[in-house]
Nanobody
Framework: QVQLVESGGGLVQPGGSLRLSCAASGFTFSTYAMSWYRQAPGKGRVLVAAISSVGGITNYADSVKGRFTFSRDNAKNTVYLQMNSLKPEDTAVYYC????????WGQGTQVTVSS
């Protein structure tokens, strides 16, 4: 059974940092690309970043380039999203996704950027 469990969200002031984690289980983690999406209140879910199965290739939404870093540790079956220089517009629920013929999602973790 595929499971994705996000953690690391919280309340942070503008300019601050957070690191999100997504622990995966139930599949061969190292063979799948992964992604992070976010959904702001009243808006649709949008892609934030994606990473290849071995981590050599990453892609970012223009809105987070230079501020967010997506990484993975295949030995720990975990992906990470390091978020720096956070802005109020980064406030959203962040979801981890397994990319494949059948996509799987975690339950999400809330990130709130506010003073």
């Amino acid at each position: 059974q595929v499971q994705l469990v996000e953690s690391g969200g919280g309340l942070v002031q503008p300019g601050g940092s957070l690191r999100l984690s997504c622990a995966a289980s139930g599949f061969t983690f190292s063979t799948y690309a992964m992604s992070w999406y976010r959904q702001a209140p009243g808006k649709g879910r949008v892609l934030v970043a994606a990473i290849s199965s071995v981590g050599g290739i990453t892609n970012y939404a223009d809105s987070v380039k230079g501020r967010f870093t997506f990484s993975r540790d295949n030995a720990k079956n975990t992906v990470y999203l390091q978020m720096n220089s956070l802005k109020p517009e980064d406030t959203a629920v962040y979801y981890c996704q397994r990319i494949g013929t059948q996509n799987y999602w975690g339950q999400g973790t809330q990130v709130t950027v506010s003073s």
